[in-house]
């Protein structure tokens, strides 16, 4: 039976020794300034999810993007599928922190996360520390509004009317509610919440808003990449040696006489399957289907290659990304402008990227903008 692991949740403030032996430290920080916004893709990898969410962030925050920091914290990540938040950081509070050397040996998180358990994972959590209160909206564990407000301008009765107004816009339910000052819980009650929460979500035990833990997925996730990499080169290696084994093994039958052995049944033999048409002809066609595709056409790749195109359009009014759709032979790009000479400037950026974009149509849309759909091309398989 696999053994419970155990964390030890410590408020930033405490300045508490490193966790014992066993134990996963657990530093819960009261950032002022972030905000959460969730997420759902149809892939995977922190560098994927990065890179869309850039494309999706960068028009918003302009010339500021530099400035803020996007960390994503995935509640599910399967092969095709990744869903989640991702915690946008404003202003120096992770530099704060790190200068203060107290988060050497925990994971960090936002305080308020450590009370996820107490409304099951969807709900409101009311968290009042000092001179600031922070209320959190959870969705199945996926934090999907994040805010904190000045305790001189504002009290946790307020904060929670005003959220519940915002939900109610929304047409939706609050969940259920859970409201506390930091002077009123003990640590004992911390702990217990926190451990609760772990329990409740496992994928919490990986959320990490330190700059070590991002980093630390960033390695993993590099190093499943290259062992993807060494696996599909093998994959092409034993193919050729088995296109190799066929053509000896062909030619041997014919060097002793095998005549009565047909093509059809020696592909038959090798492949557990008749051949339709030509056996050598169905033979190589197997064998290609195994082959990996140009890397130029990678997910990673193209991703890059548009990042850089926005970053060269700058934060511009002008034209804007609506949808992207990334495929193996294609990606569609559909967006919006406000002339045609836009258009004509981004399809030039696109081919200095080593794109080839073909235009579908352009069409008016109401507000005198125009509408616009590429389909690109990049290298080949």
């Known amino acids: 039976m696999k053994k419970k692991e155990r ?5 930033f403030e405490e ?3 490193s966790p014992a032996p066993g134990e996963n430290g657990v530093l819960l920080y009261p950032f002022r300034n972030m905000s959460a916004h969730s997420f759902s893709f149809p892939f995977s990898g922190i560098s994927r999810v990065r ?4 494309i999706q962030f960068r028009p918003l925050l302009g010339e500021g993007s530099g400035g803020v920091s996007i960390i994503p914290f995935f509640v599910k990540s399967e092969r ?3 869903a989640g938040c991702v915690f946008a ?13 107290r988060e050497a040996d925990y994971i960090v998180w936002p305080a308020p996360l450590a009370f996820a358990g107490e409304v099951g994972g969807n709900g409101l959590i009311i968290w009042t520390d000092g001179d600031f209160v922070t209320t959190v909206w959870l969705d199945g564990w996926v934090p999907i509004y994040y805010k904190t407000a000045s305790a001189e301008e504002s009290d946790a009765e307020t904060e929670k009317e005003s959220v519940l107004a915002y939900i109610a816009l929304q047409g939706r339910e609050a969940g259920k509610i859970f409201m506390a000052d930091r002077k009123d819980v003990s640590k004992r009650r911390i702990q217990e919440m926190g451990q609760a929460t772990i329990e409740g979500c496992p994928a919490y035990g990986q959320l990490d808003l330190s700059d070590r833990g991002t980093n630390l997925l960033e390695r993993r996730e590099k190093l499943v990449s290259s062992l993807t990499l060494a696996g599909r080169a093998a994959v092409t290696s034993a193919a050729a040696l088995l296109l190799m084994a066929l053509g000896v093994y062909l030619h041997q039958a014919s060097v002793l006489d095998a005549g009565m052995i047909s093509a059809g049944t020696i592909y038959s033999s090798a492949f557990r399957e008749p051949s339709v048409g030509s056996p050598l002809s169905s033979a190589i066609a197997r064998l290609r289907s195994v082959t990996s595709p140009d890397a130029d056409v990678s997910f990673n790749s193209v ?6 195109v926005w970053d060269q359009l700058g934060a511009s009014d002008d034209i804007s990304i609506e949808i992207l759709r990334y495929g193996g032979e294609n990606t569609d790009l559909t967006g919006k402008t406000k002339n045609n000479e836009s258009i004509q400037h981004l399809r030039s950026l696109l081919e200095q990227e080593g794109f080839t974009p073909n235009r579908d149509n352009i069409q008016q849309i109401p507000g005198g903008e125009l509408r616009f759909n590429f389909t690109i091309t990049r290298g080949a398989r």
């Open 7 to 11: 964390h030890k949740f410590t408020l």
């Open 15 to 17: 300045g508490v020794a």
């Open 51 to 54: 890179d869309a969410l850039m």
């Open 80 to 82: 095709k599928l990744s």
């Open 89 to 101: 950081l404003f202003g120096g509070e992770m530099a704060d922190m790190e200068e203060s050397g």
């Open 303 to 308: 991703m890059r290659g548009v990042s850089s």
